[in-house]
């Protein structure tokens, strides 16, 4: 399967909304503004975090006790983000003040649970982000 936006770009992903993704990544990236990217590898590092983390947590894997670290390693993900787009004026495109509050929802959370429910708002700021980064 090839791209069909101007870049030349061939995937194995056969599941059409992971397709889509990674098609809108690839001209993230090939859109020659190396903040987008970065900005774009971070979003990417914190979502598959989360993605790791939910089931880890549902399949008793991890303690609750370490409901700190995990609140600290999330939002130090998130927070990175929110860095570099500040750093590389993006801090204002559509998806940013719903990364604020995703961010408040982590430094907040008192147990894993919440922090695992956070995983879908995680994926759909994820989403709006991405979609601005591929317009701005």
């Not at 909304?17 to 990236?29: G, N, P, V």
């Not at 990364?99 to 429910?117: C, G, H, M, Y």
């Amino acid at each position: 399967m090839t791209s069909q936006n101007k870049i030349d770009y061939k995937t194995t992903v056969e599941d059409e909304h992971w397709r889509d993704e990674e098609f809108q990544w690839a001209r993230i990236f090939s859109s020659g503004d190396p903040a987008k990217g970065i900005v774009l590898l971070y979003i990417q590092k914190a979502c598959t975090a989360f993605h790791e983390f939910e089931p880890s947590w549902k399949e008793g894997a991890l303690d609750e006790e370490q409901v700190g670290f995990f609140r600290k390693r999330l939002a130090k993900r998130v927070r990175q983000i929110m860095v570099t787009m500040k750093n590389n004026d993006l801090d204002k495109i559509n998806g940013a003040a719903e990364l604020a509050e995703v961010l408040r929802s982590i430094e907040s959370a008192k147990n894993l649970d919440e922090l695992a429910e956070l995983t879908e708002t995680m994926h759909s700021v994820n989403h709006l982000l991405s979609d601005s980064l591929e317009e701005k």
